[in-house]
């Protein structure tokens, strides 16, 4: 009995260890799918091999808006005849910059950067606001098609800007049924802007607010996009901000400082959405599929024999994480042009409740608790075994 109770104890002892690693090991593993592996991301840098420094690539926009100023534009003549060649080109061996900016008729960005076909992947939205298909138009521009440099770009008498000043003056504004969801977006700039600028009115307060909603937009793609901020920290991309004068034609850079310090107090938040891939059920076989820090994906494809079905986890309203304004980053601050060091950034972003996000989904956690059970039943099995045995022998 002694040799038995001897037996069990050491086999006992292997169960819990076994279960305590499987225990362990399962959350960070679950930690770890959200993110890019070594060679997920050996294989981004290999993306980029061919393509122009993110240095290089600023100065060439900023050097084609020099040339724009002086009307020297040397891109504005195409012969037809290359059309044919462009259209069977892959951009991403060509296309330098993604663009997210204004829809505004006065602001043609191949023109004010004097560029052409191939060149910019281009984004353009009133308000110049990163909701969730803009998102999915960035990751596309930066992971896809390779560019070296994200550059959200606001303009002077933004009327998207403007609306939205007049509804947080005014209160009560008469809108378009959808227009509510691009003012959201805006909103939380021009009322950190009225808080550190209080004397500023009429053109100066929309300047300001102007410059302000382009961080605003900074922040909440860096909050949303793992894979805009994975890119950056690798020096891969840079994403910059600037605002176009519609008088003189002139880009006013803003401060890369700020945005750095805006990208440095994201990677801190621990709110901050961490999954880089999509999750597709199919890879897990599960009838309910959500990214692992809780922000469920808004719908996700699966096969069906021959289909491809579209499953819906969004709940009413728009189909976009922050169409009612997900964040209020009231403490960013104002920049000037001297590039300032970054200033305090908050910490207090305020969530959209859950029946504008896309459904949380609770499922009960069956493969951890397979992962835990499993080693534990065959320890139990084996000691079963070894006592069945040992009785046998004794008789």
Same mark, same amino acid.
């Given at each position: 009995?002694?040799?038995?109770?001897?037996?069990?104890?050491?086999?006992?002892?292997?169960?819990?260890?076994?279960?305590?690693?499987?225990?362990?090991?399962?959350?960070?593993?679950?930690?770890?799918?959200?993110?890019?592996?070594?060679?997920?991301?050996?294989?981004?840098?290999?993306?980029?091999?061919?393509?122009?420094?993110?240095?290089?690539?600023?100065?060439?926009?900023?050097?084609?808006?020099?040339?724009?100023?002086?009307?020297?534009?040397?891109?504005?003549?195409?012969?037809?005849?290359?059309?044919?060649?462009?259209?069977?080109?892959?951009?991403?061996?060509?296309?330098?910059?993604?663009?997210?900016?204004?829809?505004?008729?006065?602001?043609?960005?191949?023109?004010?950067?004097?560029?052409?076909?191939?060149?910019?992947?281009?984004?353009?939205?009133?308000?110049?606001?990163?909701?969730?298909?803009?998102?999915?138009?960035?990751?596309?521009?930066?992971?896809?098609?390779?560019?070296?440099?994200?550059?959200?770009?606001?303009?002077?008498?933004?009327?998207?800007?403007?609306?939205?000043?007049?509804?947080?003056?005014?209160?009560? @504004?008469?809108?378009?049924? /959808?227009?509510?969801?691009? &003012?959201? *977006? =805006?909103?939380?700039?021009?009322?950190? +802007?009225? !808080?550190?600028?209080?004397?500023?009115?009429?053109?100066?307060?929309?300047? @300001?607010?102007?410059?302000? /909603?382009?961080?605003?937009? &900074?922040? *909440? =793609?860096?909050?949303?996009?793992?894979? +805009?901020? !994975?890119?950056?920290?690798?020096?891969?991309?840079?994403?910059?901000?600037?605002?176009?004068?519609?008088? /003189?034609?002139?880009?006013?850079?803003?401060?890369?400082?700020?945005?750095?310090?805006?990208?440095?107090?994201?990677?801190?938040?621990?709110?901050?959405?961490?999954?880089?891939?999509?999750?597709?059920?199919?890879?897990?076989?599960?009838?309910?599929?959500?990214?692992?820090?809780?922000?469920?994906?808004?719908?996700?494809?699966?096969?069906?024999?021959?289909?491809?079905?579209?499953?819906?986890?969004?709940?009413?309203?728009?189909?976009?994480?922050?169409?009612?304004?997900?964040?209020?980053?009231?403490?960013?601050?104002?920049?000037?042009?001297?590039?300032?060091?970054?200033?305090?950034?908050?910490?207090?972003?305020?969530?959209?409740?859950?029946?504008?996000?896309?459904?949380?989904?609770?499922?009960?956690?069956?493969?951890?608790?397979?992962?835990?059970?499993?080693?534990?039943?065959?320890?139990?099995?084996?000691?079963?075994?070894?006592?069945?045995?040992?009785?046998?022998?004794?008789?």
């Amino acid at each position: 009995m002694a040799v038995i109770a001897t037996v069990f104890g050491r086999m006992l002892c292997a169960g819990v260890i076994l279960v305590g690693l499987s225990a362990i090991g399962s959350p960070i593993h679950a930690q770890e799918t959200g993110l890019i592996s070594d060679s997920q991301m050996a294989e981004m840098r290999n993306r980029f091999a061919n393509k122009i420094t993110a240095d290089d690539a600023v100065r060439r926009l900023k050097g084609g808006n020099q040339q724009f100023v002086k009307q020297e534009n040397s891109t504005i003549h195409l012969d037809l005849k290359q059309l044919k060649t462009i259209s069977q080109a892959d951009q991403s061996k060509y296309a330098f910059a993604t663009i997210l900016s204004c829809s505004d008729s006065r602001v043609p960005l191949e023109l004010i950067f004097d560029q052409s076909f191939l060149d910019l992947f281009v984004i353009r939205v009133a308000g110049n606001v990163s909701g969730v298909s803009q998102l999915g138009s960035i990751e596309y521009g930066l992971a896809h098609v390779k560019t070296p440099v994200l550059l959200v770009l606001g303009h002077e008498n933004c009327g998207a800007v403007e609306a939205t000043i007049q509804a947080v003056d005014q209160g009560n @504004l008469v809108l378009e049924r /959808n227009i509510p969801a691009l &003012i959201e *977006q =805006i909103k939380p700039a021009v009322e950190r +802007t009225k !808080k550190e600028h209080p004397n500023a009115k009429d053109h100066e307060l929309l300047d @300001l607010a102007i410059a302000e /909603n382009v961080y605003q937009q &900074i922040a *909440q =793609i860096y909050y949303l996009s793992p894979v +805009t901020r !994975k890119l950056s920290q690798a020096g891969l991309v840079r994403v910059v901000g600037a605002v176009y004068n519609l008088r /003189n034609g002139e880009i006013s850079w803003l401060s890369q400082n700020r945005i750095n310090g805006i990208l440095s107090d994201v990677l801190s938040d621990p709110d901050r959405v961490k999954d880089v891939y999509a999750i597709p059920e199919v890879q897990f076989g599960l009838s309910e599929a959500a990214p692992l820090n809780g922000y469920p994906m808004s719908h996700v494809y699966r096969r069906d024999h021959d289909r491809s079905i579209r499953e819906s986890r969004a709940g009413p309203g728009p189909d976009s994480i922050s169409a009612k304004g997900r964040f209020s980053i009231t403490g960013l601050g104002a920049a000037d042009s001297t590039d300032p060091a970054p200033l305090p950034y908050p910490k207090n972003l305020t969530k959209l409740d859950d029946s504008v996000l896309a459904i949380p989904t609770k499922t009960f956690p069956w493969q951890d608790v397979i992962i835990v059970v499993i080693p534990f039943a065959i320890v139990v099995l084996l000691v079963l075994t070894t006592l069945i045995v040992r009785r046998c022998y004794s008789k």
